[in-house]
């Protein structure tokens, strides 16, 4: 049986890498790339590092509004589901790249697999949150990393094709975790080009969202609160606020911040596991600082991953200097937490694949039909 994988952006890569290995011990796997993520650092660092096998299609399709990307994404996938008449899609989280796969998908009746199902914000003016409540509602089999994003799916009618497996963020980070070498992780690259070493003692902080970089004022609260800390701190940048940070850091005359070129994920998981405290916007950041047992605050105004923010081990900030400063200055107790799985969702991602395409194809096609 045959299912094409679509993904397009650094996320996915980290996610496909770990269910990959297990999925085509099982099954054929056609991989496409949307094109979404296109830089060396964004996307070929993670194929190289995490042996993920090369893509059989690169869609070539990056930027532009979200219509337009989206929409040039959903005609070059059907051109692909239409040559490669694949038994099921398999999609993760909830991208532009997600999303155009699901509506090609859907609109072929072929059956939409969903990973990272079910997760709610509760806002429709966040993209991502509209890709996932779309991609689900056009998906066949949702796969949840936590019993929120279950409960998140009932509420919204979606019961019996919804299951719990863990988060295969948390597979990766565990498995990487024993690989990541410190000859592997020794410079970075600032955003001039040049080599800068890594500090013993750092903060690890990455903030690329529209809503916190893509304007000075937000953006100079949050490195204003850091370069105020005791240690330096680490900030890969998203290429597309490469200019912004570049010049405030400049007119701001900041010496505490090492700003510089998005790393590959296995300098990621290091930095992660050896930082004080970590500062992001990112939703796997936020849950890998809790795989790591890290202080984390997010700088968002909605919470994204539930699980994590018990004990305060997460906690959500404002993009402002004195309310970051307040909460990373709080004390924490760190109890083991499973809320994740146990580094083997990607066997049940499998094993529920397997389950409703091979051994229950025939219940599943009358569902598809109805
Ligand atoms: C996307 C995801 C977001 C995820 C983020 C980072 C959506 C709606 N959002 O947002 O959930 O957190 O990826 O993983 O899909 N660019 C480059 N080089 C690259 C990639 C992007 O220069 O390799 C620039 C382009 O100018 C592009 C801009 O960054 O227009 C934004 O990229 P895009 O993929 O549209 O959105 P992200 O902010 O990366
Ligand atoms: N990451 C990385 N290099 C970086 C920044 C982040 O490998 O320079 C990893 C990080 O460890 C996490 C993932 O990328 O696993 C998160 O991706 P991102 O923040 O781009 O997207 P989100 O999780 O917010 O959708």
């Given at each position: 049986?045959?299912?094409?994988?679509?993904?397009?952006?650094?996320?996915?890569?980290?996610?496909?890498?770990v269910v990959s290995r297990e999925l085509r011990k099982e099954f054929e796997e056609?991989?496409?790339?949307?094109?979404?993520?296109?830089?060396?650092?964004?996307?070929?660092?993670?194929?190289?590092?995490?042996?993920?096998?090369?893509?059989?299609?690169?869609?070539?399709?990056?930027?532009?509004?979200?219509?337009?990307?989206?929409?040039?994404?959903?005609?070059?996938?059907?051109?692909?589901?239409?040559?490669?008449?694949?038994?099921?899609?398999?999609?993760?989280?909830?991208?532009?790249?997600?999303?155009?796969?699901?509506?090609?998908?859907?609109?072929?009746?072929?059956?939409?697999?969903?990973?990272?199902?079910?997760?709610?914000?509760?806002?429709?003016?966040?993209?991502?949150e509209v890709n996932r409540i779309l991609t689900d509602h056009a998906s066949s089999?949702?796969?949840?990393?936590?019993?929120?994003?279950?409960?998140?799916?009932?509420?919204?009618?979606?019961?019996?094709?919804?299951?719990?497996?863990?988060?295969?963020?948390?597979?990766?980070?565990?498995?990487?975790?024993?690989?990541?070498?410190?000859?592997?992780?020794?410079?970075?690259?600032?955003?001039?080009?040049?080599?800068?070493?890594?500090?013993?003692?750092?903060?690890?902080?990455?903030?690329?969202?529209?809503?916190?970089?893509?304007?000075?004022?937000?953006?100079?609260?949050?490195?204003?609160?850091?370069?105020?800390?005791?240690?330096?701190?680490?900030?890969?940048?998203?290429?597309?606020?490469?200019g912004r940070v570049k010049r405030i850091i400049e007119e701001k005359g900041y010496?505490?911040?090492?700003?510089?070129?998005?790393?590959?994920?296995?300098?990621?998981?290091?930095?992660?596991?050896?930082?004080?405290?970590?500062?992001?916007?990112?939703?796997?950041?936020?849950?890998?600082?809790?795989?790591?047992?890290?202080?984390?605050?997010?700088?968002?105004?909605?919470?994204?991953?539930?699980?994590?923010?018990?004990?305060?081990?997460?906690?959500?900030?404002?993009?402002?200097?004195?309310?970051?400063?307040?909460?990373?200055?709080?004390?924490?107790?760190?109890?083991?937490?499973?809320?994740?799985?146990?580094?083997?969702?990607?066997?049940?991602?499998?094993?529920?694949?397997?389950?409703?395409?091979?051994?229950?194809?025939?219940?599943?096609?009358?569902?598809?039909?109805?």
């Amino acid at each position: 049986m045959k299912i094409v994988t679509v993904v397009g952006a650094r996320p996915q890569f980290i996610k496909a890498a770990v269910v990959s290995r297990e999925l085509r011990k099982e099954f054929e796997e056609i991989l496409v790339h949307t094109g979404q993520h296109y830089d060396y650092n964004m996307s070929e660092v993670f194929f190289e590092e995490l042996d993920i096998p090369k893509p059989d299609y690169n869609l070539g399709i990056s930027g532009g509004t979200h219509g337009k990307m989206t929409g040039e994404m959903l005609i070059e996938i059907e051109k692909v589901l239409l040559k490669e008449s694949p038994d099921a899609v398999l999609l993760y989280g909830d991208t532009n790249s997600t999303l155009a796969g699901a509506l090609a998908a859907v609109k072929l009746h072929i059956p939409v697999i969903h990973v990272e199902a079910g997760n709610r914000l509760g806002t429709k003016n966040n993209p991502e949150e509209v890709n996932r409540i779309l991609t689900d509602h056009a998906s066949s089999l949702h796969l949840c990393c936590t019993d929120s994003a279950k409960e998140y799916l009932s509420k919204e009618g979606i019961t019996d094709t919804a299951y719990v497996v863990g988060d295969p963020m948390y597979d990766a980070f565990k498995f990487y975790s024993n690989k990541v070498k410190h000859e592997a992780t020794e410079t970075l690259i600032s955003l001039c080009g040049e080599k800068m070493e890594i500090p013993e003692k750092f903060y690890y902080m990455t903030c690329h969202r529209e809503e916190n970089a893509g304007k000075d004022e937000t953006l100079i609260e949050i490195l204003s609160a850091m370069e105020s800390l005791d240690s330096k701190t680490i900030y890969p940048v998203h290429p597309r606020n490469t200019g912004r940070v570049k010049r405030i850091i400049e007119e701001k005359g900041y010496k505490n911040i090492i700003a510089c070129k998005p790393v590959g994920y296995l300098m990621s998981v290091y930095l992660v596991n050896h930082a004080e405290k970590i500062v992001t916007d990112s939703g796997g950041l936020q849950r890998e600082a809790f795989f790591a047992e890290k202080q984390c605050i997010t700088v968002f105004d909605y919470v994204v991953w539930p699980e994590t923010m018990i004990d305060d081990r997460n906690q959500l900030s404002k993009p402002c200097r004195e309310e970051i400063l307040n909460k990373l200055e709080k004390k924490q107790t760190v109890h083991e937490n499973h809320a994740f799985g146990d580094g083997n969702s990607c066997k049940k991602i499998v094993k529920h694949i397997i389950n409703i395409l091979k051994n229950e194809e025939k219940r599943y096609e009358r569902k598809i039909a109805q």
